[in-house]
């Protein structure tokens, strides 16, 4: 089975400053990976995805993270945030069987933006 | 855009009552599934189903049924409701095709109470 881990579970920064929010899996079978975000009061919206080729995926709004298998690591990073990006941010995994299989999420990391 | 519509965004219900939390999606997607969310455990799958009148148990099925008699509709089922199932609901589906690379898509939850 996988499993998903978000060492941090709040994320305290200043706006426009860079924040990395870490992701770890652990997997025997290859997989994709996903960040979803969670504004208040909402449900989940995916951000981005990685499902193969170039190791660096990017967002619309500015996020990027990127796959390293030898790290088993999936970090979510943006160089310059802004209050808007106050969410909650999930890391999910799932097995690449080329059948329909079960997303694992990790606990969540709390982002907030200040002024 | 798909549209996953959770019936409740707030429910009351007392212990001991049989508990309905209602989900539909608009996109003809296969795959459905049922969540719930807690602070510092992230979200956790309850059951899902690939088809109508098809499902499966997920990591934390105690406690709880479904039903999928319609392929746009998924209810979530307490047949008793306790206490500790006070908790953020949220449902999700996604399609078949190509599998498990394809996001699920979510509703904006169901924050039931418990009393």
């Known amino acids: 089975a996988q499993s998903v881990t978000q060492l941090d579970s709040q994320v305290p920064v200043f706006e426009e400053a860079p924040v990395e929010l870490r992701c770890n899996y652990s997997?025997?079978?290859?997989?994709?990976l996903f960040w979803y975000v969670q504004y208040p009061n909402q449900g989940l919206q995916l951000l981005l995805k990685y499902l193969s080729g170039s190791t660096l995926v990017e967002s619309i709004n500015g996020f990027e993270a990127e796959f390293n298998k030898s790290q088993t690591s999936f970090h979510l990073r943006k160089p310059s945030v802004h209050i808007s990006d106050t969410a909650e941010y999930f890391c999910a995994v799932r097995k690449n069987t080329g059948t329909a299989s079960k997303l694992t999420f990790g606990t969540g990391t709390r982002l907030q933006v200040t002024l | 855009d798909v549209k996953v519509t959770q019936s409740s965004r707030y429910l009351v219900k007392r212990t001991g009552e049989k508990v309905f939390l209602e989900c539909v999606q608009d996109m003809d997607h296969e795959n459905m599934f049922w969540y719930r969310q807690d602070p510092g455990l992230g979200l956790r799958l309850i059951y899902f189903s690939y088809d109508v009148k098809m499902k499966e148990k997920g990591d934390i099925p105690e406690g709880y049924s479904v039903s999928r008699e319609k392929k746009e509709r998924f209810s979530l089922i307490l047949e008793s409701a306790s206490t500790n199932q006070t908790s953020m609901y949220l449902c999700?589906?996604?399609?078949?095709?190509?599998?498990?690379?394809?996001?699920?898509?979510f509703g904006d939850g169901t924050r039931l109470s418990i009393l």
């Open positions: 997997s025997s079978v290859s997989v994709y």
């Open positions: 999700a589906s996604s399609p078949l095709s190509g599998g498990g690379n394809q996001p699920q898509h």
